[in-house]
């Protein structure tokens, strides 16, 4: 049986607890490399380490634990802090933080988290510089293109302006390169799986892969939809109300907008979302909300295609109930 470990993560410090036969013990590390493998070294073969994503502080961690093959679970802070509230606990320190996460693990034994590997992990990163440098580039636009109206608008600052956007274009075509031109053949063989699904393009195959980690810490369609944000949420009292909330703000914004694109063709081509598509629209829904729901059954497609290791089949619903009758 595992022993479960807490650590609360802080940009200078991770703070540990555990429970013994006795009691708690409590310990703190300093939250860098070498200090945390030494820590780690001195662990125990049957740990789970239970933290929270804690954005580049707790990078440093995972990278230690996965390196000395420790199991551990990542977990939102959102989950967290329910689980929390459910004890009631009064106080609330560093030790505290790590005390809950190490019961939060006993209890609900989540799944242990597996790190993108190096070249997913590269490739992420210049995922979202690309889309960073899109937007930047944008708003440069944007700024160019309101100076236009002014007669007496700067020429240097205009200039300065188009010089900057030029930079912008010059590295936004270099990491377009690194993304779309991709030599690695496990990467690409999942790319070329994703494209089989009428609907999903080049950007959609290769942003789902990035930020999914190829799917493997996925185990249904429905996580995968919810990790995306494609899943809206439900606001319900009583018998006086009871609606369709807003989507999940769960996903990389960028990556939502591309499966929307996307979702526009599939409601064309894709046979099962051009059906959906259909009979939303004639069940008077509006044009967003159908295409939205569209994008949900493209990744539970994509879901379907990796986990089962299948090729997209475009009449598949139509065969399925054909085989039915």
Not at 8 to 28: E, G, N, P
């Amino acid at each position: 049986m595992s022993t479960y470990l807490g650590i609360d993560v802080s940009s200078d410090f991770i703070h540990i607890a555990y429970q013994t036969d006795k009691d708690w013990v409590y310990t703190k590390v300093a939250n860098e490399l070498k200090a945390i493998d030494e820590w780690i070294s001195t662990m125990p073969a049957d740990i789970h380490i239970i933290f929270e994503y804690t954005g580049t502080y707790s990078h440093r961690l995972a990278y230690g634990l996965s390196l000395r093959e420790k199991t551990f679970s990542i977990i939102t802070p959102s989950q967290s802090k329910g689980f929390a509230a459910s004890l009631k606990n009064k106080a609330k320190t560093d030790a505290q933080d790590a005390k809950v996460l190490a019961q939060y693990g006993s209890k609900m034994q989540p799944e242990p988290t597996t790190l993108t590997d190096e070249t997913l992990h590269q490739k992420k990163q210049t995922y979202k510089h690309y889309n960073d440098l899109m937007a930047q580039k944008q708003a440069v636009s944007n700024k160019i293109h309101a100076l236009s109206f002014d007669p007496r608008a700067s020429k240097d600052v205009i200039e300065s302006l188009k010089v900057i956007s030029q930079v912008y274009q010059q590295q936004i075509e270099t990491f377009q390169a690194q993304l779309f031109d991709l030599n690695d053949d496990d990467f690409k063989q999942l790319k070329d799986k994703l494209m089989q699904i009428k609907g999903i393009g080049e950007k959609a195959a290769t942003g789902i892969i990035i930020q999914t980690n190829g799917l493997k810490n996925f185990h249904s369609a429905k996580a995968l939809a919810a990790f995306l944000g494609l899943i809206p949420t439900t606001k319900q009292s009583g018998t006086s109300l009871k609606s369709r909330g807003s989507l999940v703000n769960t996903a990389c914004k960028q990556l939502r907008t591309v499966l929307f694109c996307a979702a526009h063709s599939a409601a064309r081509f894709n046979l099962d979302c051009k059906e959906l598509y259909t009979r939303l629209i004639a069940n008077g829904k509006t044009k967003k909300a159908a295409k939205m729901a569209v994008a949900h059954k493209l990744i539970r497609q994509v879901f379907a295609i990796v986990k089962n290791n299948t090729v997209f089949q475009n009449d598949f619903q139509a065969n399925r109930m054909a085989l039915a009758k």
